[in-house]
């Protein structure tokens, strides 16, 4: 009968299905900003040079 009270036992189900939605969230996120840090690198490229265009012009 103890071992049929165990199988039964859901206590830490909810705990353990949280965790787990909140590892994929976090893995989820961090492949996102992954791949954006690449886009995000080449806007920066691209202001950078325009700014020393204009600061060349300007002198």
Known sequence: ?????LWNDEQGQDLIEYTLL???VALASAALFLGAG???KGIWS???SQLVAANTAAS
């Open 46 to 48: 691209r202001s950078n």
């Open 22 to 24: 909140l590892a994929f």
């Open 38 to 40: 690449g886009q995000i």
């Open 1 to 5: 009968m103890p071992m049929r009270n």
